[in-house]
């Protein structure tokens, strides 16, 4: 089945240092999302690819990276982690921007 | 396996229409389901829902969740082109885990 997937499905690592998470698509889109979503809110959108340009969200703080080799993946760095970046880490992906996205399960990051 | 569908994918309607999306839903540990409108960006908060039967309303949309059926829908009467969008159900399982559907595409024309 096509399919977005993400690993690890959860993550624990130390205050400060760095972390990567992973996220992969068969679904072929050009388009592909990371979202960070903390306990009962909103994801809050990071940033974005479209094909190979990078769109950083505005209020992304710089210890967020983002890299996308090929189409098929993407990688979520976090180079120096907070207590503050604790959180469920969505990839998501679409055929263009203004379609419906598919979710990855996520990934749930805790930093000690 | 947890999982969320919605219908339709996608929806074409003239102003002023009245639409219904649907949303449902098989996740364990079931703790409340979410509706968010998403434009250009990330996704904008419209409903939570968590108790059976009970409609939440705010202006022309308004939202329903049946626990015993396992699913949620969203209205919005008397469509505007402001409306277009796409609308993602969210639901809340165990450990505060999201499951995402993938969106209703919604195209309001004048």
């Known amino acids: 089945d096509a399919m977005v997937i993400q690993n690890p499905r959860y993550q624990v690592t130390q205050f400060g240092k760095p972390v990567t998470l992973s996220c992969s698509q068969t679904?072929?889109?050009?388009?592909m999302y990371w979202y960070q979503q903390k306990s009962s809110q909103a994801p809050k959108l990071l940033f974005h690819y479209y094909d190979k340009d990078f769109n950083n969200e505005a209020d992304t703080p710089d210890n967020f990276q983002s890299r996308r080799p090929n189409t098929s993946f993407c990688f979520l760095d976090i180079r120096s982690p907070g207590l503050g970046d604790a959180a469920m880490y969505l990839c998501a992906t679409s055929r263009d921007r203004t379609y419906e996205q598919y979710f990855g399960p996520g990934t749930r990051l805790t930093v000690t | 396996e947890d999982k969320v569908v919605q219908s339709p994918l996608s929806l074409v309607v003239h102003e002023g229409d009245t639409v219904t999306l649907n949303c449902s839903y098989e996740?364990?540990?079931?703790?409340?389901l979410l509706w968010y409108k998403q434009e250009k960006k990330a996704p904008t908060f419209l409903f939570m829902l968590?108790?059976?039967?009970i409609e939440k309303k705010s202006g022309r949309l308004s939202s329903i969740l049946d626990k015993k059926e396992l699913f949620s829908i969203l209205n919005i009467t008397a469509t505007q082109t402001g409306d277009s969008a796409v609308y993602l159900c969210a639901v809340e399982g165990s450990g505060n885990q999201f499951y995402f559907g993938t969106g209703t595409s919604l195209t309001v024309i004048p």
């Open positions: 968590t108790s059976s039967g």
């Open positions: 679904l072929n889109h050009n388009v």
């Open positions: 996740v364990t540990n079931f703790r409340s």
